[in-house]
């Protein structure tokens, strides 16, 4: 089997390099030393400068002016942009665009993805549910009301970019059926409300709250297995971005620990210090491992023993716990410079606590798999 990257895959990987080149990841405030957000709005300079190098249209076709590519390729730049604390919503933007790609309307198609992107338009996705643990399209009811009205109402916690973005994509339930749907929001729509929120990255996020907010129904994604799919490419972008910033971490520590020396020596050379940083060379290479095997299925459609479904959770259980122990592990290696707010270190460790929230913990993906081989024996 050929492992290696497309031709395709590693001009994306370099066009993303030379654009993440210019961002400094120390240049916003430390959360812990603001009040309120960090900014009022996402780095919209790094956003037109996505847009220019193609990256927000990676996943669109090429009639939607698009280069066609695939998830390994999104995760690919997500996990350069995590390398520097990129504040756009890349993730966010292109998995509801790909939503919209593959069950909208063309009439929809061609109202939404060409300015999406060119980064004319922003879209999120509200993936949280009400509370952060129930399954976000239960949080929100959907009815229909005459051929071509739903209403919506319900909560979803902690949507990011909300305030910035033109519109949200928003799981819900059907009334009747119970069925999974998508619906295109606008934020300030009538009948929904958005209450300021705060991640642990000091970004502003957004509570959602939907009450008989109506919507045409052109802009509802009626399709059995739309957010479905969207929720494992949310799920599988995440663990690159957790990939990216574990190891911009590795490399910070390993800098760090090559010129600090003690008794003479650097810190790197004592064999308790580079242990350390083996075991987190494994967790790194592990979460690489089982992100490309969860990008390659959600990518490509392969049949397998268990669902893509599988697979995503083992990258997630592998992400939520690499991404802490690595981040942990560098600011202990780091001494006094790992507690220092004014160190780079201190926002990455905000960023991963975050990336791991969204996760979710390992023992309910653990859960998930197991009840996916209960389902799917192997033998």
């Known amino acids: 089997m050929d492992f290696t990257f497309s031709e395709e895959q590693q001009a994306a990987v370099e066009a993303a390099k030379a654009v993440f080149a210019r961002v400094a990841p120390d240049g916003v405030p430390s959360p812990a030393l603001t009040t309120g957000a960090v900014a009022d709005d996402f780095d919209r300079t790094l956003w037109a400068r996505l847009a220019d190098a193609d990256l927000l249209s990676l996943l669109l076709d090429a009639e939607y002016c698009g280069a066609g590519l695939d998830a390994i390729a999104l995760c690919l730049v997500l996990r350069e942009s995590a390398k520097v604390l990129a504040r756009v919503p890349l993730l966010e933007n292109t998995a509801a665009a790909t939503a919209v790609q593959a069950h909208g309307s063309r009439e929809l198609k061609e109202e939404l993805l060409p300015r999406a992107g060119r980064g004319e338009l922003v879209l999120t996705v509200a993936a949280h549910g009400r509370t952060g643990h129930d399954p976000a399209e239960l949080a929100v009811v959907a009815r229909q009301e005459g051929d071509d009205t739903w209403v919506l109402d ?42 300021e929120q705060f991640s642990t990255t000091g970004e502003r996020l957004a509570e959602l709250r ?37 190891e911009a971490v590795l490399r910070m520590t390993s800098e760090y620990t090559s010129k600090r020396e003690q008794f003479g020596h650097p810190l790197a050379t004592f064999q308790a210090v580079a242990v350390q940083a083996a075991d987190r060379y494994m967790d790194l290479r592990a979460m690489e491992a089982t992100l490309w095997q969860a990008a390659w299925r959600i990518s490509s459609g392969a049949a397998g023993a268990l669902p893509a479904a599988g697979d995503v959770a083992v ?30 270190l201190h926002r990455y460790h905000a960023w991963a606590k975050h990336l791991e929230l969204s996760l979710g913990p390992a023992a309910a993906h653990e859960e998930t798999l197991g009840e996916l081989l209960a389902a799917h024996p192997l033998a």
């Open 154 to 195: 319900g909560i979803q916690t902690a949507v990011p970019w909300a305030y910035n973005a033109d519109t949200v994509l928003v799981p819900a339930h059907t009334h009747d059926s119970g069925r999974a749907i998508l619906t295109l929001v606008p934020p300030g729509h009538q009948g929904v409300t958005l209450a």
């Open 210 to 246: 939907l009450e008989s907010a109506r919507i045409a129904g052109r802009y509802v994604l009626d399709t059995e297995d739309a957010w479905e799919r969207l929720r494992l490419l949310l799920a599988t972008g995440t663990c690159a971005l957790a990939l990216g910033l574990g």
């Open 315 to 344: 990258a997630k259980i592998w992400a939520s716990e690499g991404v802490r122990r690595v981040v942990q592990t560098g600011q202990h290696l780091h001494g006094g410079f790992g507690a220092d707010t004014d160190y780079p």
